[in-house]
Nanobody
Framework: QVHLAESGGGSVQAGGSLRLSCEVS????????LGWFRQGPGNEREGVAS?????????HLADSAQDRFTIYRNDAMKTVSLYMNRLKPEDAGVYYC???????????????????WGQGTQVTVSS
């Protein structure tokens, strides 16, 4: 069973940066599409970024994340990170790491495609 554990959340002022990390364990199979999702208060869970397991790290970013966020996977360490820059108050929420069962990611990013989820880490952005 795939286990995902997020870390790196916290509080930051608008314009600041955060790095979220997710450690994947419980499996020897690593060819998963990996993604990050965000859920703000009263909102549905929305895809922020995803990265293929093949194709030299091809990634997809939500429109709101374009030019500010980057997703990176470290195959040796079995981690996936989300680098968030120029954060805005609307970026706040609980961020979840997730694994798809397939090596390629669909676009747009949909929670319906992901099978395994972490517990989430809170991100707060103050204006």
């Amino acid at each position: 069973q795939v286990h995902l554990a997020e870390s790196g959340g916290g509080s930051v002022q608008a314009g600041g940066s955060l790095r979220l990390s997710c450690e994947v364990s419980g499996t020897t199979y690593w060819n998963y599409c990996l993604g990050w999702f965000r859920q703000g208060p009263g909102n549905e869970r929305e895809g922020v970024a995803s990265i293929h397991s093949v194709g030299n790290g091809i990634m997809h970013l939500a429109d709101s994340a374009q030019d500010r966020f980057t997703i990176y996977r470290n195959d040796a360490m079995k981690t996936v990170s989300l680098y968030m820059n120029r954060l805005k108050p609307e970026d706040a929420g609980v961020y979840y790491c997730a694994a798809d069962g397939r090596p390629y990611c669909n676009d747009p990013i949909s929670s319906k495609d992901f099978r395994s989820w972490g517990q989430g880490t809170q991100v707060t952005v103050s204006s």
